[in-house]
């Protein structure tokens, strides 16, 4: 069934990947990632989870973000294959940035005070930039895989950040915009 206007929604804010750097990074990743790859059209940075979130909070959280400043658009450069925890007991398959991390931390860090300011908890963990490609049911060693992947050469241009509603279904997550703040 689906969520009224009105119902709590499962939220996030992020940084979307455009087509063309999908399409680019997708033919340097190689074909075979352990786990579960992510789709394409999920692909995008998370800056700050924010969970379910009603009416009234969400109301307020897009204001605090479309009074913030962001800075303006910039470009990131991906660079190499990672995982969390550790390449020993992977969970999660990610694609690094190199060029242009401290700036994409700079806005996780505004979308970080704009949710605290909004009456979110801190955050715990420090924002790491990555985008993540698989996730793995079971912890895995995947050193050599990351061994063999070499490094991703594409670059993208930041432009907005997004506040994204995520949808859990079979499969994957659907996600879709719930209001977009240019830089």
């Given at each position: 069934?689906?969520?009224?206007?009105?119902?709590?929604?499962?939220?996030?804010?992020?940084?979307?990947?455009?087509?063309?750097?999908?399409?680019?990074?997708?033919?340097?990743?190689?074909?075979?990632?352990?786990?579960?790859?992510?789709?394409?059209?999920?692909?995008?940075?998370?800056?700050?989870?924010?969970?379910?979130?009603?009416?009234?909070?969400?109301?307020?959280?897009?204001?605090?973000?479309?009074?913030?400043?962001?800075?303006?658009?910039?470009?990131?450069?991906?660079?190499?294959?990672?995982?969390?925890?550790?390449?020993?007991?992977?969970?999660?398959?990610?694609?690094?940035?190199?060029?242009?991390?401290?700036?994409?931390?700079?806005?996780?860090?505004?979308?970080?005070?704009?949710?605290?300011?909004?009456?979110?908890?801190p955050e715990p963990r420090k924002f790491s930039a990555h985008l993540t490609v698989?996730?793995?049911?079971?912890?895995?060693?995947?050193?050599?895989?990351?061994?063999?992947?070499?490094?991703?050469?594409?670059?993208?241009?930041?432009?907005?950040?997004?506040?994204?509603?995520?949808?859990?279904?079979?499969?994957?997550?659907?996600?879709?915009?719930?209001?977009?703040?240019?830089?």
């Open positions: 069934m689906p969520a009224l206007e009105g119902d709590p929604q499962r939220l996030f804010i992020g940084v979307p990947v455009p087509e063309s750097t999908k399409l680019a990074l997708s033919r340097q990743v190689p074909s075979f990632v352990p786990g579960k790859p992510s789709p394409l059209e999920n692909w995008h940075f998370t800056l700050r989870f924010l969970g379910n979130t009603d009416v009234a909070r969400r109301a307020k959280l897009i204001e605090r973000l479309r009074a913030t400043n962001f800075g303006p658009s910039f470009d990131i450069e991906f660079d190499t294959l990672g995982a969390f925890p550790n390449p020993r007991r992977a969970r999660v398959i990610w694609l690094g940035v190199g060029r242009g991390r401290e700036r994409l931390e700079s806005v996780a860090d505004k979308a970080e005070k704009a949710a605290v300011e909004t009456g979110f908890e698989s996730r793995l049911k079971q912890p895995e060693p995947i050193a050599q895989f990351l061994a063999k992947a070499g490094r991703v050469d594409a670059i993208m241009r930041v432009t907005e950040v997004i506040l994204y509603r995520s949808e859990p279904g079979r499969g994957h997550s659907r996600y879709s915009v719930v209001a977009a703040f240019p830089l």
